[in-house]
């Protein structure tokens, strides 16, 4: 009896052990299904739904007649995500295995993985053909955390022959986003560099869209739950003419450094914009190698500049037009004023020596005549007689020495110089012999061949300042709206009909008399009016100078050739700017570049 009451109270104590153990599971249970449903789900949905970025279609850009300059492709790129992989280094190596021409990449592959956030996918390889494409999707069971995606790349049609004014894309760094909204660009997206693309970044480029998509343990996608659509970037319409820019390049093709533009002189529109040497944009679209990039960036002949609004150059006698227009508007001279040239010209209280290109001077001269032979001496004294005031004023009213304004980065201002600029940039006075410099754009001055394109087209249309630019219109993708774009053009106060009428009737006879300095390339059916310039590159002793033939000298120690002009003469419906670096020759150098620039845009180039 005593046992089994023992055994009864035993058996009590476990059913009620076993009864307190069943309550603590089930207030857990109920802890964690009820109290805690909302925690555990939202956890749950956090690991196994993800939102995606959708990168927008990049705006396309068109040439003046329509014709497609830049186009988005398709291309494919190898994604991976960095959370789904412990040992990233082994993912590479048996990448490489698979892809063995990938090997030159894996430092690039491993730096894009350390640099992208573990939650997104980090792009290690872009551009694969289709060869690569299906020799990896036929090892893709062997790389759950990779995987092939489809995107969009850009292709420049013209290749190097627009690439200083359409410019490059590459992947964005962190200078790039203090100027564009870091949110506007997922992994993997380009930014503009250099010329449209960096002007007109913010219209190309358009707003990401976004995909909530489910995802299994390794990322792959399971089901889309919703999609937001990108706003695709807006499409240019540029004022360039795409057959004017082959002819310009053809033209400028012997010659290693040099550059040339032509725009309308009543609007400003660029129709061409060449600059020599140049490079491929398409090279920058998978990402250059750093030896590639260091070898463009430290090579002499700077390929990645463009010359037309980066380079800086006296502008010699191309600006001498404007300095016998201001003579005239000035009073300092008339129409029959003559000027004795003997060869030389004494100036300064130490009577310096300043030569005429023409060692035996070209006699008595008016101001058309010296316009047409270029005589240094006839503005040497023109300049000695006005001073430097009115001749920096007058350069100023043409845009020398100030921006143009055109829709390119980083354009340079040049120089226009004068007492004010030397006191404060030298501590220095300005001396008598320094204007006269100045007469023949010599000195100290500076100028891009742009603003010399820009001054120009003022002579053309009849005294207007124009602004330079490349954007004619702004279209919408979607609708085909495209929004027109003004531009500024200011009248040059200091111009006057009748002194114009005798400088443009001067530059035509520079090409079309026998005395022209540029006669070499007249005739043809087109008439064109011109300018030409030879600037120095180092100052040689004037005694040897005239006994050393040109083409005798070391290259780099050549003048540089230089020539402006306008066409047709009576109704200018194109004006051009060309300098050739060590060239020697205006006339017979930068002028035959002009004219075949000339003759291709009205239909007659070879």
Not at 274 to 303: C, H, K, M, V, Y
Not at 507 to 532: E, L
Request: include cysteine.
């Amino acid at each position: 009896m005593g046992q089994f009451a023992h055994f009864e109270r035993r058996t009590r104590l476990v059913g009620l052990g076993l009864l307190g153990l069943g309550l603590i599971l089930m207030g857990r249970l109920f802890y964690l299904q009820i109290e805690q449903f909302f925690h555990y789900r939202t956890l749950a949905d956090e690991n196994r739904i993800t939102v995606r970025p959708v990168p927008p279609p990049r705006g396309l850009i068109y040439d003046r007649r329509g014709r497609l300059l830049v186009e988005n492709e398709p291309a494919f790129a190898l994604e991976l995500y960095p959370e789904h992989v412990d040992d990233t280094s082994k993912v590479l190596d048996r990448l490489v295995e698979v892809l063995p021409s990938a090997a030159v990449q894996r430092d690039r592959m491993a730096q894009r993985l350390k640099e992208s956030p573990p939650y997104l996918p980090a792009i290690l390889i872009e551009g694969l053909n289709t060869e690569q494409v299906a020799k990896f999707a036929s090892h893709q069971h062997r790389f759950p955390s990779i995987r092939i995606r489809a995107r969009s790349q850009r292709n420049y049609l013209r290749g190097p022959l627009t690439a200083h004014v359409l410019g490059y894309l590459a992947q964005p760094d962190k200078s790039d986003f203090r100027k564009f909204d870091a949110d506007l660009y997922p992994p993997g997206t380009r930014v503009g560099k250099m010329g449209l693309e960096r002007e007109y970044e913010e219209i190309l480029h358009g707003a990401p869209g976004f995909r909530e998509v489910e995802t299994d343990a390794f990322g792959r996608v399971v089901r889309e739950i919703s999609t937001e659509r990108p706003e695709p970037g807006k499409n240019l319409i540029l004022t360039l003419d795409e057959d004017l820019q082959k002819a310009t390049h053809e033209a400028l093709a012997p010659h290693p450094e040099a550059s040339a533009v032509a725009l309308n002189p009543e609007t400003g529109g660029i129709l061409a914009m060449a600059s020599r040497p140049t490079f491929n944009p398409n090279e920058f679209i998978g990402g250059l190698s750093d030896n590639t990039w260091q070898q463009l960036r430290q090579d002499p002949n700077e390929p990645l500049v463009n010359r037309v609004t980066q380079g800086l150059y006296p502008p010699a006698s191309t600006i001498k037009p404007v300095l016998a227009m201001a003579g005239l508007v000035d009073g300092a001279i008339k129409t029959s004023t003559e000027f004795s040239c003997n060869g030389t010209f004494n100036v300064g209280q130490d009577e310096h020596t300043f030569h005429c290109w023409k060692s035996w001077g070209h006699g008595p001269m008016t101001v058309d005549q010296a316009v047409v032979e270029s005589c240094d001496v006839y503005f040497y004294k023109l300049a000695h007689r006005m001073g430097i005031e009115p001749i920096h004023k007058a350069l100023k009213a043409f845009g020398l020495g100030n921006r143009t304004g055109i829709d390119l980065p980083s354009e340079r201002k040049g120089l226009n110089p004068g007492p004010v600029w030397k006191r404060r940039m030298q501590g220095e006075i300005w001396y008598p012999g320094e204007t006269v410099m100045t007469a023949i754009g010599q000195g100290y001055m500076e100028a891009t061949p742009l603003q010399l394109g820009v001054m120009a087209a003022a002579v053309a249309n009849g005294g207007f300042r124009v602004e330079p630019h490349l954007v004619h219109g702004v279209q919408d993708p979607v609708s085909g709206k495209v929004d027109y774009r003004e531009h500024d053009r200011a009248a040059i106060g200091l111009v006057k009909e009748e002194s114009l009428a005798v400088i443009r009737d001067a530059m035509r006879r520079v090409v079309g008399s026998v005395h022209g300095t540029a006669h070499s390339i007249a005739g043809g059916w087109i008439p064109v009016a011109g300018k030409t310039g030879t600037a120095q590159v180092v100052r040689i002793d004037r005694d040897k100078e005239e006994q050393l033939d040109p083409k005798e000298k070391e290259r780099r120690l050549r003048d540089h050739a230089l020539f402006v002009a306008f066409a047709p003469v009576e109704d200018p419906q194109i004006a051009v700017a060309v300098v050739v670096e060590h060239g020697i020759s205006g006339g017979k150098t930068a002028g035959k570049v002009a004219r075949k620039m000339i003759d291709s845009y009205f239909g007659k180039g070879s």
